[in-house]
């Protein structure tokens, strides 16, 4: 219950569902109530930015692992870098052959 409390409290007027009742937030002030509710939106921006950079990111990484697949499919490069550099053709190996960006 403090949680919801304290997400009442930093969440604007305009933001709640009946934005005409007034909110009462026991034990805090008009000041700290504003300063909360100014954090919020800074939080809300930040989230933003990343939700949009992380769609990018996310692409960028598909297209690399679909690149290092195909160039750990020649196998004149499989053969090199499992000759002479197994541990990481072996990571790589990994990474390309991963279902999930998550691995």
Do not use: C, W
């Amino acid at each position: 219950m403090p949680y919801a409390k304290a997400l009442l409290a930093a969440t604007r007027s305009d933001m709640l569902v009946d934005p005409d009742k007034h909110k009462v937030v026991e034990g805090l002030t008009p000041e700290q109530v504003a300063k909360m509710e100014k954090e919020m939106e800074v939080l809300q921006r930040d989230l933003g930015l990343i939700e949009e950079s992380h769609g990018n990111q996310v692409l960028n990484l598909v297209l690399a692992r679909g690149y290092l697949a195909k160039l750990l499919g020649n196998a004149r490069v499989a053969r090199y870098l499992g000759q002479h550099h197994a541990d990481i053709f072996r990571e790589l190996q990994s990474i390309s052959e991963s279902s999930s960006l998550e691995n």
